[in-house]
């Protein structure tokens, strides 16, 4: 049943990368079963994205859609730390089909960090200055094949205030 709970939870997509669900992001931590009750402990991913409550939302509605769960109960762990090591491949190929390179892997903070273009793979290497359209990511421009790019900032580890 916890199966059938986390296939759910791969077509629940993250409100601002559709396509990409919360589970190929690593955001679900735990899945418990009592029952028919559903409870799950999610890992929110950037303390600067707004989009926590719909995804809670949307986890409960669409888990309550299977025949037997009577209810389900959505909650964010803050001590739990989520990194951007936690997307899972099938993630990081959604991320590049919207034009979003994933983020680095072992990234350390502090650390100037590389992606690879979705569109050419070739490196690039991040300006710490650069902003985008959410705190989460940041855009890019290309040297090789010269177009913009949005790159998912690395997060390692965070303070939530
Ligand atoms: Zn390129």
Request: glycine share 6%; net charge negative; charged share 25%.
């Amino acid at each position: 049943m916890q199966e059938e709970i986390r296939a759910v939870l791969k077509t629940v997509d993250d409100p601002e990368l559709p396509n990409v669900s919360v589970a190929d992001l690593g955001m679900v931590h735990e899945v418990t079963v009592v029952g028919g009750d559903v409870f799950i402990t999610m890992v929110p991913t950037f303390a600067g994205c707004p989009a926590l409550d719909f995804i809670q939302k949307n986890v409960k509605t669409a888990v309550e859609e299977v025949d037997w769960v009577k209810g389900c109960e959505v909650q964010f762990s803050f001590e739990e730390k989520w990194s951007t090591d936690a997307i899972t491949d099938e993630g990081k190929s959604q991320l590049k089909k919207h034009g979003i390179a994933p983020p680095p892997e072992n990234y350390r903070p502090g650390e100037e960090w590389t992606v690879d273009c979705p569109y050419c793979g070739s490196d690039y290497t991040s300006m710490e200055n650069v902003f985008g359209p959410t705190a989460c990511r940041s855009i890019l421009y290309c040297t090789s094949c010269r177009n913009p790019f949005e790159a998912m900032k690395p997060v390692v580890d965070y303070v939530i205030n």
